[in-house]
């Protein structure tokens, strides 16, 4: 069986986010707007307002007989954050639309694990992902 020596999942997702914005457009509604959030956005705090819709796009990765997957998107608090049904594909993405529905702070998060393909091994590495969002 061979194993894979080394990890070359981006580690330093933090730091590249700090210098990258989500991106936002308009949504229904005369003042919602839709903030994509993306693999690049975790650590973030993001303030929006009651009727935007958030939507959660994760990559996966394919690499040297193994996929590095995310599971679908959840929120801490259904009642702040309501949630669309989730999705997954097969080179390991998720994601998941998410409604800002009243005034409250709730935790978008994900892990992301992963899968080998026959004869590969998989380090014993989760990797997590996380967004406060506060709703006013």
């Known amino acids: ?64 007989g193994l996929t590095f997957s995310w599971h679908v998107p959840s929120a801490s608090d259904s009642m702040v954050l309501g949630k669309a049904s989730g999705s997954t594909s097969p080179a390991g993405g998720a994601g998941r639309r998410f409604s800002a529905n009243a005034r409250g702070v709730a935790t978008i998060g994900s892990q992301r694990t992963c899968q080998a393909d026959a004869g590969f091994q998989c380090p014993e590495v989760t990797l997590s992902w996380k967004v406060v969002i506060t709703v006013r």
């Open 1 to 64: 069986m061979r194993t894979v020596s080394h990890l070359t999942i981006a580690c330093v997702m933090g730091l590249v986010s700090a210098t990258t914005a989500p991106a936002v457009s308009a949504a229904t509604g005369p003042d919602a707007r839709t903030v994509v959030l993306t693999t690049e956005d975790d650590d973030r705090t993001l303030t929006v307002r009651s009727g935007d819709v958030l939507d959660v796009r994760l990559a996966g990765r394919r690499d040297a």
